[in-house]
Each structure stands twice: as C-alpha cells, then as structure tokens.
C-alpha cells in the first residue's frame, strides 16, 4: 500500500487526505502541535458529499523521520521553505512530491531541493476553507485533482496515484500527460479571479452589479491568457469559454481564498500569483493593468498589515 503523508489539513489538505482516510488509504498527516491537538477527536468534512467525521494518524515537524512514498504539499506559498524543510526528511528514495500549491512559481524551488524527477505536477479544484470551529468547509461539488509528470510522460507513478481516489467519495483525481499546461490555465484563471475579487472586495456576482464589472473581468482574462501565450502555455477555447462563463454568472457567490485571506487580516500568496504573472507581462511587454493595480493593492495591503495598521 503506498504511504501518503498529507503535509496540513486545511481545506485542500484536509479534503483530499480525509477522503483518502475515508476510502481506507494509509494516510499520515504532518501537522503544527496545535492543529494536532484539535484533531484529537477527528476531522471533520463538511460537504455536498456527505458529512464525515475521521479519525486521523498525526505526527508533528518534531516527530522523528519516516519514509513516505507520495507527500502532498498543500502548503500556501509563503509557507513553501517551512514545508520544504519538514518533509524532505521523511520522503522515501523512491517517492514523490506533489505540490497542490496555487500558482506555478512554486515548481522551480522544489526541482531544486528535489530534483525534478522527484515533483510532480499538480492542480485541485475545490472550494473549500477551514472553518472557525476547525471542520474542512466545502463549498460547492468542485472535487478534482488533476496529477502528471512535468516532463508529460504517463508513467506507472501518476496512473497509480490518481487510482488511490478511486474509492474516494466526493474527489477524483486524473492522470495527464500535459499538467504543465493545465497548471497555466489554472493559473489564468485564479490570477484574473484573485485580482478581481480582492481589489473589490467581492465575490463575481458582486462584482458584475458594478458597471464595469463585466468588462474588466473580460479584459482581465484575456490578458490573463496572453501572459500564458507568451510563456508557450495558451490557453485552448474550452477552457477560455468555460472561465468566460464563470466570470459572467451573475448568481455566482464565487471567491477566492486571497479575498477570504485578506478578510481575515492574514499573509497572502499576491507574489506568488498575481506578482509572477506581473512580472511575465512586463518580460513579454504585455499591458495587464488590472494585475498590475492589484499587486500594488495587495503589496499596499501587506505594509498596512507589517506595520500593524489593518
């Protein structure tokens, strides 16, 4: 049976691993003391799937090295050399890391520590946070994990990985042979609704009761995607259509985890998502100013928050 360790159990963490547990997978989690100890009694899921409460197999950065074949990072980004640093002891010769982070910058750094051989790529699609009382929330029915090998190969790892969630109720987890490009969609897609949504403060139907509403998250998108272009990564037309849809649903009650960070006065991934595209248009000389005044926004957001102004 392959050993997962699952590094935190917030809402991407906690989710998939819980659904993992659930499904009889052999699952550890890495966890800080505190987030352990309210998981004395179990975790719990709260879903359109099905409520669940878990009972969890826990150890701490203190704990001493084990070996694990598969380790999921679901880590933020300003947490990636922390992560780094308590899972490279327990990681097998053999296995692999797969990053859930949002983004793609995130990559770099762990070829480095790793070796390229060693990280896979990754994308989820789920809406799901860390309630106050500290149950994993899911929002809607997105429940998807797409999984590859950077270098496109459909290799007996990824196709065994992905078949772990073939029992699991409420995920499914896809084997492909071009995760580098669904990783820029993706990216697409969360820099235009991040930008959106934390520089008005709402969520997409919100936002298209603004005049201009539509129109910017159109414009946002497709600079979005022109960013992608130039980095050999262009969006296809189902994608394109697909996201063009979401961001026109007037109904939608759609945010991003970097709004609900932001409301809640805590560290955001702004360089990490928003900042690296930036700087991607401003290397292939592409106008994206909605990305641009929403980095200055959050970067303003952060200072206000060093300082202890918020």
């Known amino acids: ?40 009694q179990g975790l719990r899921l709260q879903s359109p799937f099905g ?31 922390a992560a780094i640093a308590a899972v490279a002891p327990r990681l097998a010769p053999g296995g692999a890391v797969l ?7 995130h990559l770099e750094r762990l070829n480095e520590v790793f070796g390229a051989a060693r990280v896979l ?8 946070t860390r309630t106050a009382d500290g149950a994993i929330r899911q929002f809607n029915d997105w ?15 990824v196709t065994g990985f992905a078949a772990l969630f073939d029992e699991a109720v409420g995920a499914e987890c896809e084997a492909v042979p071009d995760i580098l490009q669904r990783m820029w969609e993706k990216l697409v897609h969360l820099a235009t609704a991040a930008a959106m949504t934390c520089l008005m403060r709402a969520h997409v139907g919100e936002i298209l009761a603004a005049e201009d509403g539509a129109a910017l998250f159109v414009e946002t998108l497709q600079q979005s995607a022109a960013i992608a272009a130039a980095a050999g990564h262009p969006p296809g037309d ?5 996201y063009a849809a979401i961001f026109a649903d007037r109904r939608s009650q759609y945010a991003t985890s970097m709004l609900r960070d932001v409301e809640r006065g805590g560290p955001t991934e702004a360089e990490h998502i928003i900042g690296f595209m930036h700087r991607r248009a401003l290397a292939a000389g592409i ?24």
Do not use: W
């Open 51 to 81: 409520d669940a409460t878990l009972p969890l197999r826990s150890i701490t950065a203190e704990s001493p090295p084990d070996a694990f074949d598969l380790v999921l990072l679901t880590c933020k980004a300003y947490d990636l050399e």
């Open 143 to 157: 429940r998807f994990l797409t999984i590859g090998e950077q270098d496109g190969r459909m290799s007996d790892r």
């Open 121 to 128: 790529g990754g994308t989820a699609r789920i809406q799901a």
């Open 238 to 242: 189902a994608f394109m259509a697909s």
């Open 99 to 105: 990053p859930l982070l949002n983004g793609i910058a």
């Open 1 to 40: 049976m392959t050993r997962i360790l699952v590094l935190g159990a917030g809402g991407i963490g906690g989710y998939f691993g819980g659904r993992l547990v659930q499904a009889g997978e052999d699952v550890t989690f890495l966890l800080r003391p505190a987030r352990q100890a309210a998981l004395a």
């Open 287 to 310: 106008a994206a100013p909605v990305l641009r005044l929403a980095l200055a926004h959050l970067q303003a957001y952060a200072a206000r928050r060093e300082g202890g102004r918020l």
